[in-house]
């Protein structure tokens, strides 16, 4: 087994990696959604050809299978509750608090309520042990670095907040921030359960792939299903939606979701649910700037606060990495 900080520094940068998906998934999926005229259906179209890829990976990887029946045994021995398993809400409640209120708000003061939650909510996540981790103190350096996240996406968003905005309604993508730590603490237990019992030295461990897989897949399960409710309610207020587009790449936010659950579902195990939030949140800020720089947007290229907060988002993260604890104790004892 790696050193625990070896492990630590593996699991920030693959929780980086996740915040490059997330931000491919975005763009796709809202342009998707505006050929489409319906966001929520966008999400459902996303959601179901993630949940197809992962289905097939399923089919073909045995490892996976064998993962999803040790998720049955965990659940039939009361390991696992059925709760745990319901994830997948997270990811739905955020798409749908995308498409009540993110066009009201702005993208700019959406995105720093979803930080706000993630950050406060990966905080409580991992105080009480919802991650399969188990409970993790809330320590200063934890608190400092989430507290520094949310300034970092303050900073580079600023210029774009809408002084109109009825900030009343940003309570709704605050809730959803809370929900998406919630799914990778739920996510990351299925995943441990997939992958055997870390308590029994005798059981056989299984791959990664035999723990992402069933995670990811149940999570899409559970996301898809509460999102085709939505849809068929979207239908019924706003009407049937334009025709599908024919651009291929518009169809890849499923793929791109299906990586960066599965990927979280590990990386979870590794750090815990606020290092894995802060990461990830500066692997979005970071993408999305050198995808403005690559291809910019309408919005035109970036300015100079928004490439300090991105400078901003990495510090905030290694903050609530360090190990300052173990080296003030490690001190005490000399």
Known sequence: MAPPRSRTALGLAAAFVTGGFIVAQARVNAELGTQLGDGVLAAVI???????????????????????????????????RPWQLLGGLGGAMLVAGQGLTAHVLGTALFTIAVVAGQSSGGLV???VGLG?????????????????????????????????APVALA????????????????????AAAAGGDPDDPDAERGSVLTSVL????????????????????????LGPPNPLPTAWYLYLGGPFGAVFIGLSAWVVGQIGVLLLSLAAVAGQVVFALLLDVVLPSAAGAPGL??????????????????????????????
């Open 171 to 190: 309570l709704l993508p605050l809730v959803a921030g809370v929900a998406i730590a919630t799914q990778q603490g739920l996510n990351g237990r299925v």
């Open 214 to 237: 069933p995670a990811a897949t149940i999570n899409f399960i559970v996301g898809f299903a509460a999102l085709v409710l939505a849809g068929v309610v979207a239908i019924a207020v």
């Open 132 to 164: 399969p981790a188990g409970p993790q103190a809330t320590t200063l350096p934890r608190i400092v670095g989430a507290v520094l996240m949310l300034g970092a996406v303050v900073l580079s968003v600023a210029p774009s907040v809408s002084t109109e």
């Open 46 to 80: 996303s959601f179901g050809l993630g949940l197809v890829l992962l289905l097939v990976l399923m089919a073909l990887v045995p490892a996976g299978r064998r993962g999803l029946r040790r998720v049955g045994a965990a659940r039939r021995r009361g390991s696992l």
């Open 305 to 334: 606060t928004t490439v300090l907060g991105a400078a901003l988002t990495l510090v905030a993260a290694g903050v609530a990495a360090a190990p300052w604890r173990a080296r003030r104790r490690a001190r005490a004892g000399r």
């Open 125 to 127: 996540v991992d105080r």
